[in-house]
């Protein structure tokens, strides 16, 4: 009888145990969502809160609620931009950049569309920038030029969708910067293929800085590199051709110098709170 009890007791133990397991698990598999109920408004409100605190990750999860919660209205629309924003101060240009992509697919008619543009531009510009140039500045014409290709892509967009928006006199300067910079970058390439003796290819390159990126300062440093590659090749008719453009230019002065970088834009979710949900 005794036996028959001990054997019961055990069962019950383990019944009590695995029911108690299965409790815990099934509290752990949903966890505590304080945000649950929140309105529209409450949801932005507190994003907005902790976007300007600069708690940029929890931001970023309560627009995204916001948006899955409450997918159309106003208080969604701006959550968008908030996001592509909030994910460029928080240092992941990449989602910022599908942000900023999402809300000009969903909204191309938009007043303030302009600015997800603009935002592209200045995301890709600072990349083409990198980390490490704001401590330890170096020539831009070094880096691989992909980003920066990127950048002038999406001002270029922004200045023939939007000629007149206020973000298009920038936009066109820091073309010019960047462009600037891109020609540099096929004369170090040229000046590489005459470090490694393949002068044809030196040549070609000087050529196409020459032909495509008029007025910029690197045309002079195609024209040196030009001179050398023509005269290492025994083309001397070419080199003398090459170096008399080249003097005749400088003599008048037909040469630029480089222009100025840009100075940085702050970039701030002010500039297009343009619905002013946080006063409603």
């Known amino acids: 009888m005794s036996r028959t009890l001990t054997r019961l007791a055990t069962l019950l133990l383990i019944t009590f145990s695995i029911g108690t397991l ?6 752990k598999g949903k966890e ?9 408004s409450k949801l932005y409100a507190e994003a907005a809160s902790e976007m300007d605190s600069g708690s940029y990750k929890r931001a970023i999860e309560l627009y995204e609620k ?6 159309f209205g106003r208080y969604a629309m701006q959550a968008q931009l908030d996001v592509a924003y909030a994910n460029y101060r928080a240092e992941e240009p990449e989602a910022a950049l599908a942000a900023a992509d999402r809300f000009i697919k969903l909204y191309p008619q938009n007043p303030y569309v302009d600015y997800a543009y603009y935002m592209k531009g200045i995301i890709n510009y ?12 170096t020539d831009a014409a070094q880096r691989d030029p992909g980003s920066a290709l990127d950048a002038f892509a999406d001002f270029s967009e922004l200045v023939k969708r939007f000629p007149d928006s206020k973000y298009a006199v920038d936009a066109r300067q820091r073309m010019v910067y960047l462009r600037n910079n891109l020609a540099h970058n096929e004369v170090n390439v040229a000046r590489y293929y005459m470090k490694r003796g ?6 070609n390159r000087s050529n196409y800085v020459i032909e495509h990126f008029q007025r910029t300062s690197a045309v002079k440093e195609a024209l040196e590199v030009l001179v050398e590659a023509y005269q290492a090749l025994g083309e001397q008719k070419l080199a ?4 008399r453009v080249l003097d005749v230019n ?5 040469f630029i110098s480089d222009e100025p970088a840009p100075g940085e ?15 409603n």
């Open 22 to 27: 299965s409790g815990c698990s099934m509290f």
């Open 32 to 40: 505590y969502d304080n945000t649950e109920g929140w309105s529209a």
């Open 66 to 71: 916001l948006e899955s919660r409450y997918p």
């Open 126 to 137: 600072n990349r083409s920038v990198g980390y490490m140039d704001r401590y330890v500045p």
């Open 198 to 203: 393949a002068y044809v290819a030196a040549a």
């Open 240 to 243: 003398a051709d090459a170096q």
């Open 250 to 254: 400088r003599k008048a002065g037909r």
């Open 265 to 279: 834009v702050s970039l701030g979710r002010k500039f297009w709170d343009y619905l002013e949900l946080d006063r």
